[in-house]
Each structure stands twice: as C-alpha cells, then as structure tokens.
C-alpha cells in the first residue's frame, strides 16, 4: 500500500533502501534489499539518539547520520526519514475531487477547516483511498460526485528543510521523508497481510515520550490518535515506587517479577485507558468492535504491561513480529538478537517499506 509521503523523491524501482525511524531516546535504523519479489533485512541498528531541547539542528543531524551509516556498516546513499509522533500529523478526511497538488494548496491555507488546527508553516502530502464497491452508487440512481477520502500527512517546512540539509551533510540522498505513525500500518499490512484485509485491529506503538494508536478497518486506517504516555514515563514511575535506579527498572520493567506487579499496574492504567477511550470513539462513530490489540515498541516485550493493557482496553492485546515476512540476512549477533530487537524496529521497517512502493 503507497501512503503519502512528505518532499518524496522519484518514483525508480528501489532495490535498497536505508530506513531511520528518529526516535526521542533511540534511533532504530534497519536496511533492507529487495530480491525480487522478496524482502531481506541485511543489517539493524539502536542508537542513542542525539540530546537536544526543542529543535535539532542539521549539524547534529548529520553527525548522527554518520553515526547510524558507520554502526550498519552500510554502504547506501539512499534514506528515508520518519518524523517523529510530535513532530507530524496524520488524519484522514474528506475532499472534493480535485488533483492533489491543489488538495495541498487547500490544506496549506485552511488547514484549520479541514483538520481542526492551524498548522502555519507546514507542508502536506495526501494519499487518496481507492473507492470501496461500497461506495458506489446503487443501481438506477444518478452518480454524485463523491467525495474523496484522503489520509493526510504534514509536517512543519522549517523541520523538513533541516533534515533534507542533515541528510546531504551526511553524504546520504534524502529519498522521502514520512510521518512516523505510518510505520506501523505499513509493517503490519506486510507481515499480517489477511488480518489487515479483513480484520477491524488496533495497532500501538508505546514509544519513550508518546504512545500512538492507529485502527484499522479492513484495510483501511481510519483513526490515529499520539497519547503522552511512553516507557520513560512507566520506568521512571517505577524507579521512584521502588526507590531503585532508571537503568533498573527499564531492566525489570519486561521482566515477569511478581513484586513489581502493583507499582506496573498504576502506572500503565493511565495508558490503557486512553487507548480504550480511542476504540470506544471509533466503535461508536463505525458501529463495529476492535477485535485485537497489536502492540509493539520496546514495553512490547513484557508480558505484564500486555496484561494490565488487556485488563484496561477488554480487548486481546498481544506483540507482533514487524519483521516475519523478511528473509533475515543479519550478521551472526544480530541475528542471536532479532527475536528480543524485532518489535522495536516497527516504525522503521514500515518507513522502509513506504520507500518500496
């Protein structure tokens, strides 16, 4: 599925391609090659992720790059960017049936109307939904002229132009830039393909700072929603009920240890019920339950928070492998690691992926 992308590159057939998912505490960066009709992850990388305030600089930017290149031992020139949950929109809306360099221009000078916020500055990429039979006109009657449901994706022109400059520092080619909340959608269409065709699910990615939640409709993304509860917020809760150091706690966090159950408990709740807040918006807006809860991120991997999360959302939530349907052409501790790693590269393997179409 092609999702839009935001200052996109040319549209060649890509054989390779370097995805960097800009995390707050941790860039996950993976490579990917095509082969023929098959994907193959050929190297990963987590990275601490440059201390900055509010903006980050192109400096920075590329030194980091640099960074992320030399740890892969890679040897592309291509990239692809995602914009992090704080830093990007994504909403799907309705337009009138008119090109898409003119949906941008309407976007740019109303975006206030059609996403109820101003967002001066910033720059839009739409991707349009093909028409479900749906929605076609019942036999007999006139056609309208519908509507068009478009997912929109925007981010600030200042943040774009400075990584597009990041990036040529960098001695890379910038090829898209894409929202982040995309990631996830995209790796779960590719490694759960039926269930994204015919299943109504949630997906949640519980980052460091911002938790997102994206639900699905039979293969279409109807809702996004950027909560601000991540794993810092649970690790440091639990450093300080404990009285235990942060690099404890993150160690215990996905452990299964009865003791920590209690604290892990008051401190998820609050992220369980935002996330149901979004399914109950959307079952009443649709009419139709969520039937499973796919959860990735690195707070995927324990077994506890997917627990305290079912309790809260009365959904199944499980983690998900963004990777299954790549063949692994990883070096010998990489590939020890994939299994443990996996839900933690999400949003770059659907950024990756966005490169692909």
Known sequence: MAWPILNGGSKKRRNQMLAVDLGTRTTKAVLIERRGEIFALTRYALVD??????????ELLAGHLRDVVQKM???????TLAIGLEDAVLKQIELPQIPVDDMRMVLKNNSKAYLQQDLPGYAFDCHIFPPKLSDKPESGKAPAMPKLKVLVGGAKQELLNTYQTGVLEANLIADIIIPGLIGPPNAFEASLPE???KDTVALVDIGFKHSSISILDRGELVLTRVVNIGGDRITAGLAESMNISYAEAEGIKVGMAPEVQAALESLVQPLGRELRASLDFFEHQHDRPVSQVYVSGGSARSELILQILHSEMMVECKTWNPIQFMQLALPGQQAVEME???PQLTVAVGAALAAFE
Request: charged share 25%.
């Open 49 to 58: 992720a440059p201390i900055f305030d509010k903006k980050i600089s192109s």
């Open 73 to 79: 031992d890679a040897q592309a020139k291509l990239v």
């Open 195 to 197: 269930a994204f065709e």
């Open 340 to 342: 443990h790693v996996g």
